[in-house]
Nanobody, 117 residues
Framework: QVQLVESGGGLVQPGGSLRLSCAAS????????MGWYRQAPGNRRELVAT???????NYADSMKGRFTISRDNARNTVYLQMNSLKPEDTAVYYC???????????WGQGTQVTVSS
């Protein structure tokens, strides 16, 4: 019943931009901290950014100034605007929903982002 569906990934050139979307269903969206994580081949999954229901954000240091997370509570959707993309940003990007008090967490299936010339 719970679904997190990512979209917007693809192939971009270094320095380019992408906007990822994650549409959530089956959860009380306002109860969840939403986030983006990524996993590159051979690496562990790492935090990209999180956002609370009221708009407080947190970014990994390497993403600051380049990535922006936002959410539309009316549409149960979280976004990740990615600018100035680098080859090292190449990864599968996953949407995450976390209800801290209940220790409940859900993941999307991921969307591939490839930054290459």
């Amino acid at each position: 019943q719970v679904q997190l569906v990512e979209s917007g990934g693809g192939l971009v050139q270094p320095g380019g931009s992408l906007r990822l979307s994650c549409a959530a269903s089956g959860i009380i969206f306002s109860s969840y901290i939403m986030g983006w994580y990524r996993q590159a081949p051979g690496n562990r999954r790492e935090l990209v950014a999180t956002i609370t229901s009221t708009g407080s954000t947190n970014y990994a240091d390497s993403m600051k100034g380049r990535f922006t997370i936002s959410r539309d509570n009316a549409r149960n959707t979280v976004y990740l605007q990615m600018n100035s993309l680098k080859p090292e940003d190449t990864a599968v990007y996953y949407c995450n929903a976390k209800w801290v008090l209940l220790r409940r967490e859900y993941w999307g299936q991921g969307t591939q982002v490839t930054v290459s010339s």
